[in-house]
């Protein structure tokens, strides 16, 4: 099977955190399919490393009801989390929710597109990034094109159909669309975008067409080959960071087709983690470097065409309101049957061994707690390259972002208490498989059990509804070699760890644990 399968169905329903009541004498409980949440934003994440311990599963008392000082949010045992620093909160500036969906949906925040006249033609030579189903409830001409694409009328004049957020933020769980969730099966082994000048036909009878094709196959070109991933489901938003900054001008931000900044490349795959955590988080990222107006990277991720500041300070005037948008969103429920027993044992261990760095869950919201602690390198031990790149080889990008239009928005930040990796809440983190900054590990069970993760491994297929409800994530198999040795045809389906940046490493505090005490964390989060 083909990578982004694209059923009908689509979820737009915002759904509340969905959590166990663990009560009562029946042992499964059967969750509505219908919370898929509905978020946005830039390719850039917002997740970061699933957290456990390796200390005994018993509480100080011995009763293992997770009681104590483990119901308030403070776990009872010393963790990995006395080595964090918690990212303190940055208030952001008020939206409105509504206007935040509808310019998510419809507004032209990237300005650079295909002319829509043209967009039928263009469509077969774009692959998987031009066949999505349109979305529902969407409007006019937007009501006619793919999802992830958006209609509208920049200041050229030329009505174009442009990449949006859902590009990167639209994935498909048990069949459905789920608006704000990382997407985990694009293909951006190629980029075909820039190419479209070679392959499509175009007579220049249509007012300004030829040069909106121009544009955006000249910013393609230009950022591709250094966007090209190595496997099928991997994301390239850091890197593309890297290349936005490299041609735009620090003060000004025209374009030059020429690097104008000496900024090497870096090979830093990433898992776009789920939009619904936006409301908690203090620093979006990996790396926690957005700790101000998250307005401020959202719209840099956005920026391919964005050519001037009075552009930006428009962009600005509404994001907003995206961001108010983004605030409301909650994950959705797990839509398979639950074992409550078995998960109510799992939520003692989860307090003791899992909270102090993910945070405490509950039915009612306001009873939640969440650390926002940034890890340092040594201590969560994951590969460790989208990090300190970020602090080494591509800091000017950080310094360009800073010194720019962007800058005055925030500052980024990379190092200061320390590099390191943020350990992100885990609402609905049964439906974000793979796992890890890098999407290395295949499932939470692997993820719990750092012995079983697979060197080299692939998908079985990418049908979204093929989901192991009993190691929660993508079925895979493994291969006995890496995609060096593997043939043309098969290569980018390869996840092969040995590969710089791709390394399935680090996390090993779920080791300890037996199969039971893995058995029950894995049914508790479920719960989450």
Known sequence: MVPRPRPLAVVLLLAACGGGDGEGAATTTDATTGGAATSTGAPA?????????????????????????????????????DEGWPIPETPQIPGDPEAGREALLNAGYVTCGIP??????ARGFLGDFAAGEPLPGRTGKNAEVPYNWTVHTP??????????????????????????????????????????IENLPILDIFPGALGEIEKFAGRYKAVGPHIKMLTVGTNPADMLAVQLARHHDVNTLAWSDEPLQDIPDVMAPVDPPPWWRTYKKHGLFYNGMNRGDHRGTMMFASSLCTDSVAEATQVLSYFNNINAYLETLRAPKYPFAIDTQLAATGEAIFKNHCAGCHGTYAEDEAAETYPNLLLPLAVIGTDAELASTGADEIRPMVDWFNKSYFGTILQLVVDDPFVGYVAPPLDGVWATAPYLHNGSVPTIAALLDSATRPTYWKRVDYDSKNFDQTTLGWPFITTPYGQDGAADDERKFIYDTTKTGHGNDGHIFGDPLDDDERAALLEYIKTL
């Open 116 to 121: 829509y006249i043209l967009f039928g033609l």
């Open 155 to 196: 200041s050229s004049g030329v009505e174009i159909a442009s990449l949006n957020c859902l590009e990167c933020h639209a994935g498909r769980f048990n069949g459905e669309l789920v608006l704000g969730l990382g997407i985990a099966d694009a293909d951006f082994t190629t980029v075909p975008m820039g190419d479209l």
């Open 45 to 81: 994440s917002t997740g970061e490393e699933p957290t456990t311990t390796p200390t005994p599963t018993s509480t100080g008392d011995g009763d293992g009801d997770g009681t104590g000082a483990a119901t308030s949010g403070e776990p009872a045992l010393p963790g990995p989390w």
